[in-house]
């Protein structure tokens, strides 16, 4: 049974880089036609998706976030990453990292890494 | 970008009762919409996709419904761990884009 586990810090200053990490277990991140997701939610709030990253390397953004995102894929670790550049208060969420099979919802989630974005 | 709305914000209602969830989109989707649950304190958990497929391990009584831009989840004999918000979901086209929840409360 495919499982994610999101890793990463806890507390990040303002103006650094905020970089998570979501490893997969019970399958493999090269799997055919699967996009691996990041989607975060800010203290109280819905949902927000933040980047999507298929099988092939392809890499789809948020708008809002793509000047400050780059979503990777290690195959050799069977992990892919987040990286957010010049963090600020705004950016303070719990991040899910979560897989998407090709023209479907999410149907696997990984547990929540609550960030802070305090000095 | 898709603007998902979703009715009403939040729902009571009684263990027993059927509970109707809106969600209208600003354009159509066809049929490509999700519905996730999630309880306090946990990750979502996929319950519909394809606006009407019951995900793996869903209970019967979650129901979807719905095409082009008007949705719905039906709920249809409330239990007490049905307490949660629920999301709509569209992945119709990029950006990505997630309602902004109903809460029902029992």
């Known amino acids: 049974q495919l499982q994610l586990q999101g890793s990463g810090p806890g507390l990040v200053k303002p103006s650094e880089t905020l970089s998570l990490t979501c490893t997969v277990s019970g399958g493999s991140i090269s799997s055919d036609s699967c996009y691996w997701v990041w989607i975060r939610q800010s203290p109280g709030k819905g949902l927000e998706w933040i980047a999507s990253i298929y099988y092939t390397g392809s890499t789809y953004y948020n708008p809002s976030l793509k000047s400050r995102v780059t979503i990777s894929v290690d195959t050799s670790k069977n992990q892919f990453s987040l990286r957010l550049n010049s963090v600020t208060a705004a950016d303070t969420a719990v991040y899910y990292c979560?897989?998407?099979?090709?023209?479907?919802?999410?149907?696997?989630w990984g547990q929540g890494t609550t960030v802070t974005v305090s000095s | 970008e898709i603007v998902m709305t979703q009715s009403p914000a939040t729902l009571s209602v009684s263990p027993g009762e059927r509970a109707t969830l809106s969600c209208r989109a600003g354009q159509s989707l066809r049929s490509y919409l999700a519905w996730y649950q999630q309880r306090p304190g946990h990750a979502p958990r996929l319950l519909i996709t394809?606006?009407?497929t019951r995900a793996t391990g869903i209970p019967a009584r979650f129901s979807g419904s719905g095409s082009g831009t008007e949705f719905t989840l039906t709920i249809s004999s409330l239990q007490s761990e049905d307490s949660a918000v629920y999301y709509c979901q569209q992945y119709f086209t990029w950006p990505l884009s997630f309602g902004g929840g109903t809460r029902v409360e029992i």
């Open positions: 979560a897989r998407r099979p090709y023209y479907n919802g999410m149907d696997v």
């Open positions: 394809d606006a009407s």
